[in-house]
């Protein structure tokens, strides 16, 4: 539990707010300045060129072929279309963000990371053609959409594990491969690492983490297992997709300045579990509405993308993340795009999870309550009131400041996006 719950909450004098308001707005303009020297430079590629297999159309360009095929209740074409980020979502947006702004952004789906990723190493600067020359190979296999088919309903083991285990047959008879047994390879995979970790036959998943050649294989994933040193935690993709740095700039003022008349928000549904922690938030959100401003995505009404969640993420101080399915979640990256401070439950939501794209302490730019308290009747609202004018600007300033590093850019721009970072520290890992 936060030690904050037993503190008394703070007054600011008048004088004191106008000062602290004045240094907020002098430094705005330099702490989110651009890069005064473009990123492009001789020594861009100090870390070695990326060789990037072109694979069997089985293996990625298939399943776009056949996007109806992916889900077993409704199309998937959407989800993977244009570059894996969607369809346009300015028209729905810009009565709330302006036509200016909502040109950046998207219908994202979660889970379309092993598209973005493919997408923008082909057109890496640091990119080779000859692989002799290359001292690191990706393989944009599709490993989440393989496996996402067949999750959800009775496919066989052995179903859930062919792509998988196919692609490691193709792979290990690359020369390549034979030359280094795999030890500079990497993959995005676009699911969580435990979608790949099946241990057993009736278990949830594909086997794939668990074949013996992928344990050679540095692997990107939107959520690691804090215990795999092969595996790098990255952002999930949000849907703000900005083409160059002056878009970031424009964004990150704009919600720099947003009123926020709610002090925290919750986005998510109840569900059909016994002591479900997200029914106890959504209960607590519904019955504190003068604080806290409810989004009811029940019954999946939030997955093709509503503005209501930007919408309550911008009028929020706050915004609630608890665990889902997993430890992490999407919402925690739309969350803190929108300048909305997140606050967790557990630990391993963001502990040891983005390292190296929001730093090595989250509690700079977030808040962590234990859940447990929660269980026992401690309000979330008291908790949160605690916090006064002066911390929450410390917060919101750090949140904002990470923006760059945590969203996937359009293209290869002038500033480090997401997968910028994530390619230079796998490039790093190998050279090291």
Known sequence: MSNRQTRTKKSTPFWAFLIFLFIQVYVFNSLFRPPSQPLKSAGKCSNGLVYVYELPPMFNSDFLTNCHDLDPWHSRCNAVSNGGFGPSAAAALSHLIGDNLSTAWYWTDMFSGELIYHNRILNHPCRTLAPESASAFYIPFYAGIAVGKYLFTNYTSIQRDFHCGEILKWVQNQPPWRRSNGSDHF??????????????????????????????????????????????????????????????????????TYTR????????????????????????????????????????????????????????????????????????????????????????????????????????????????????????????????????????????????????????????????????????????
């Open 187 to 256: 993959i995005m995979l676009g699911r969580m690492t435990w979608d790949f970790r099946r241990s057993n036959d009736d278990d949830w998943g594909s086997s794939f983490v668990n074949m013996p050649l992928i344990k050679r294989i540095r692997r990107l994933t939107v959520e690691r297992d804090p215990w795999d040193t092969r595996e790098l935690g990255v952002p999930y993709p949000t849907g703000f997709h900005p083409n160059s740095r002056s878009e970031i700039d424009e964004w990150q003022r704009f919600i720099y």
């Open 261 to 432: 008349p709610k002090l925290f928000t919750f986005v998510g549904g109840r569900r059909p579990l016994k002591n479900d922690f997200r029914s106890i938030l959504f209960d607590h959100c519904m019955n504190e509405s003068s604080y806290c401003k409810l989004v009811d995505c029940s019954n999946n009404k939030c997955s093709d993308g509503t503005p209501d969640v930007l919408e309550a993420f911008l009028s929020s101080n706050f915004c609630l993340q608890p665990r889902g399915d997993a430890y992490t979640r999407r919402s925690t990256f739309d969350c803190m795009l929108a300048g909305s401070i997140p606050v967790f439950f557990w630990k391993r939501s963001i502990w040891n999870q983005y390292n190296l794209f929001l730093g090595e302490d989250p509690s700079e730019f977030s808040v962590l309550i234990d859940r447990k308290t929660v269980r026992n009747g401690t309000s979330v609202r008291k908790v949160l009131e605690n916090y006064s004018f002066m911390e929450i600007s410390r917060l919101r300033d750090k949140v904002i400041s990470l923006i760059p590093k945590f969203v996937y850019s359009l293209n290869e721009g002038d500033y480090e996006d997401a997968f910028s970072v994530a390619i230079d520290g796998v490039m790093k890992s190998f050279k090291d």
